[in-house]
T-cell receptor, first 114, second 112 residues
Framework: DTGVSQDPRHKITKRGQNVTFRCDPI?????LYWYRQTLGQGPEFLTY????????KSRLLSDRFSAERPKGSFSTLEIQRTEQGDSAMYLC????????????FGQGTRLTVV | DQQVKQNSPSLSVQEGRISILNCDYT??????FLWYKKYPAEGPTFLIS?????DKNEDGRFTVFLNKSAKHLSLHIVPSQPGDSAVYFC???????????FGGGTRLMVKP
């Protein structure tokens, strides 16, 4: 297993277009998280899945954002009608269930909205 | 409302010396703390963690100290190496495996 994988690494899109990102977690991890990081800031939590259930969503996740994890394996994050303020690094992380388990992050998807 | 704060945006240290990175938190519910290292255009890489039942955890050149009464943690790197130059984030959660709240990061530069 090579860790958490995200695709694409970079995405440039025009304002108003829809974009979708994919995350493949570490295979035995049942928890999956999406974070967003803007320049000069730490990552901010967006949403979290345990298996296929979306258990928590941040207020940062506006109604233009939707995330799915249909079979409890990979996850997708879709942004509809992108805005320039959506430009950021979108990070996916996964953990196993249990005590004292650290989150492993993917390399992120850098989104630029022009 | 920043629940996790790293008050030093940058730190410069000579190779071979100790690097000390600091982090403060406000939420008493935080019970598990982690440090991540991040290079440009990459995701954060886990370094070391500590649970609130401990006050120190060591892994090679990296040691994390936790002072619960002061709501303060620090990461010590000794000896510092040029390859340690990166942005370091501290993060906290109510328990392990839960969502993380990150600080704003400290950029460490280790000079040869």
């Amino acid at each position: 297993d090579t860790g958490v994988s995200q695709d694409p690494r970079h995405k440039i899109t025009k304002r108003g277009q829809n974009v979708t990102f994919r995350c493949d977690p570490i295979s035995e991890h049942n928890r999956l998280y999406w974070y967003r990081q803007t320049l000069g800031q730490g990552p901010e939590f967006l949403t979290y899945f345990q298996n296929e259930a979306q258990l928590e969503k941040s207020r940062l996740l506006s109604d233009r954002f939707s995330a799915e994890r249909p079979k409890g394996s990979f996850s997708t994050l879709e942004i509809q009608r992108t805005e320039q303020g959506d430009s950021a690094m979108y990070l996916c992380a996964s953990t196993s269930q249990g005590m004292n388990t650290e989150a492993f992050f993917g390399q992120g998807t850098r989104l630029t909205v022009v | 409302d920043q629940q996790v704060k790293q008050n030093s945006p940058s730190l410069s240290v000579q190779e071979g010396r100790i690097s000390i990175l600091n982090c403060d938190y406000t939420n008493s519910m935080f019970d598990y703390f982690l440090w991540y290292k991040k290079y440009p255009a990459e995701g954060p890489t886990f370094l070391i963690s500590i649970s609130s039942i401990k006050d120190k955890n060591e892994d090679g050149r990296f040691t994390v100290f936790l002072n619960k009464s002061a709501k303060h943690l620090s990461l010590h790197i000794v000896p510092s190496q040029p390859g340690d130059s990166a942005v370091y984030f501290c993060a906290a959660s109510p328990n392990a495996g839960n969502m993380l709240t990150f600080g704003g990061g400290t950029r460490l530069m280790v000079k040869p």
